[in-house]
């Protein structure tokens, strides 16, 4: 079984104009003259346009990929309003769930500073039945501030877990707050709210995350954004997961991706496979793992985690 616990889904308004050229202007300063930055800005939504998840679901199918997990973006307060209200992107994943069940699930997600936020949350997951939170600090805001433990204190009581984008951030977001230990503050204060660090600090600040994650068993690492690094050093990414999984247990580490499908995303598909690959050959790599270790990782944590044992694979 897998479960893909971390992957985006795009229709077109769900992202801000920033978005699209602050990375156009990433990716032309990475080749210097070559690339006409505001012209890339302009095609790479098209490219990212998913809004029925048809390529994401043939992504799937050809991974073999039972189910994912979608996570809607609160981006509006950082770098400008998208068309779409996030009562719009919130209602497109619900939407999305309730057509395509079994297989696409979706959290619920609104920057905690938003008036209304604490609601929002209570009354989206309850409405359709989606199973957690997605917070993105680096927009500007720390977890631990007040209006951030208002909508985990939500969480909580709605029984939903929370992912937390921890790690690097693109510029122009702020990557201070994706920092993992800012979440240790949030778990001495809420120890039992089960507290996902997505992405477990990548690249740079994995140390932190397992500091983070393991004394507290409510807490898990969810890797996505990891094939970055498994891709080109593999014994290295084999040896940090060995020391994260000793550390916090094989138990509380998420297999994930951050996919995004669309158009333009044809060699996402293989990334998908060869990624799921690095996962499953880890036994072989590094005697610290099981092949019980790799069922863990790659779909029954999270099915655990998200009670979704009742739900017939695809
Ligand atoms: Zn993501």
């Known amino acids: 079984m897998i ?13 801000p104009k920033r978005w699209f050229s602050s990375i156009a202007a990433h990716l032309a300063a990475r080749k210097p003259g070559t690339v006409d930055q505001n012209a890339l800005a302009q095609r790479l939504e098209a ?20 189910l994912v997990i979608s996570h809607p973006l609160d981006y509006g307060l950082a ?3 998208p068309e779409a209200s996030m009562e ?9 769930q309730a057509r395509h069940p079994n297989r696409y699930f979706s959290f619920t997600s609104i920057d905690p500073r938003r008036p209304g936020a604490p609601e929002f949350i209570r009354a989206t997951s309850r409405k359709y039945g989606l199973k957690g939170l997605n917070l993105y600090p680096p927009a500007g805001f720390d977890p631990a501030s007040p209006e951030c ?3 985990c204190r939500i969480a909580l009581e709605e029984d939903l877990p929370v992912l937390f ?15 993992p230990h800012l979440l240790g503050d949030v778990q001495a204060e809420l120890p039992d709210l089960k507290v996902i660090l997505g992405h477990a600090g ?5 140390d932190e995350a397992i500091t983070v994650a393991r004394r507290n068993p409510n807490a898990y690492l969810e890797i996505s954004q990891w094939y970055k690094l498994a891709s080109r050093d593999y014994p290295k990414f084999a040896a940090i997961l060995a020391e994260a999984t000793s ?8 297999f994930g991706s951050d996919h995004l499908t669309g158009p333009g995303m044809a060699n996402s598909k293989s990334d998908l496979v060869s990624w799921i690959d690095c996962i499953r050959r880890l036994p072989e790599e590094n005697a610290r793992f099981t092949a019980a270790d790799v069922d863990l990782i790659l779909g029954r944590n999270a099915q655990r985690l998200l009670k979704l044992e009742g739900v017939p694979l695809a």
């Open 3 to 15: 479960i893909d616990f971390h992957v985006h889904l795009f229709a077109a308004g769900h992202l």
């Open 149 to 151: 433990m208002k909508v």
């Open 88 to 96: 719009k992107i919130v209602e497109h994943n619900a939407a999305l």
């Open 247 to 254: 550390e916090v247990g094989a138990d509380r580490v998420l």
């Open 202 to 206: 990548f690249p740079y600040q994995w």
């Open 79 to 81: 770098l400008g309003e």
């Open 165 to 179: 984008h921890t790690g690097g951030a693109n510029f122009p977001m702020k990557p201070r707050y994706g920092s």
């Open 47 to 66: 490219r990212i346009l998913d809004p029925d998840a048809a390529y994401l679901i043939k992504d799937m199918d050809d991974a073999k990929v039972n």
